[in-house]
């Protein structure tokens, strides 16, 4: 009987988790079309432009959120929901253009660390979309995690675009700059990101654990 109780309260534990994060998910995507109805109101001012991306990156952190707080994702390997995360994007952008290759390890994270991963991920490749592929020019965008001696791994986000202009090349004062820079902290590591002898990239290293 006793187990019978247990068993019945942690299936009502995990269905109000559940109910949490969709609602959370749902809050989000409320959020980006408030952000969206806004925007129409100031559209052609630089106020625009920016609810325009404040309402983009809610919509990336509520697919991110739907897709880690899914059960059926507890156990998965990092690369599968990086290459569901960059088709997603490129179909959100509209970039038919960019091919996005993954190449991955069968790696798996704490929650905390993909989430900060994935973040990072779309902060760089919607850069990537926005800059390196002017007029539908077509290119490739390459993610890939490698292990490092010491108990580190490297992430590297990489273009074979145009290359990045000084207007485009991130900055410590940008707003994605600084998001980016919060998520390397969470997971205690150190990156670079601006050009490379092709296109441009995004290289961080970090403690696997």
Excluded: W
Excluded at 110 to 135: C, G, Q, Y
Excluded at 148 to 163: C, S, T, V
Excluded at 165 to 189: D, H, N, W
Aim: aromatic letters at 6%.
């Amino acid at each position: 009987a006793e187990r019978a109780r247990t068993r019945a309260l942690l299936e009502t534990r995990e269905a109000m988790f559940k109910e949490l994060q969709h609602r959370v998910a749902n809050n989000m995507q409320f959020v980006a079309a408030m952000l969206t109805m806004q925007q129409r109101q100031v559209e052609g001012t630089p106020a625009a432009a920016a609810l325009e991306e404040a309402g983009a990156r809610f919509r990336a952190m509520a697919r991110v959120h739907r897709r880690l707080y899914d059960p059926a994702n507890a156990d998965r390997a990092f690369g599968p929901l990086v290459e569901e995360l960059c088709h997603e994007l490129l179909e959100a952008t509209g970039a038919k253009n960019i091919v996005c290759r993954v190449e991955v390890p069968d790696v798996r994270m704490p929650l905390d660390r993909v989430l900060a991963l994935s973040m990072i991920t779309t902060e760089a490749m919607t850069n990537a979309i926005k800059h390196a592929f002017p007029d539908g020019r077509p290119g490739t965008i390459r993610i890939s995690l490698e292990r490092l001696p010491e108990d580190e791994m490297a992430f590297i986000l990489a273009d074979d675009g145009q290359g990045m202009s000084e207007a485009a090349a991130p900055t410590s004062r940008s707003l994605g700059m600084r998001i980016m820079q919060s998520f390397v902290q969470q997971l205690q590591g150190e990156f670079s990101y601006g050009p490379a002898r092709v296109g441009s990239e995004f290289r961080m290293r970090f403690k696997a654990a």
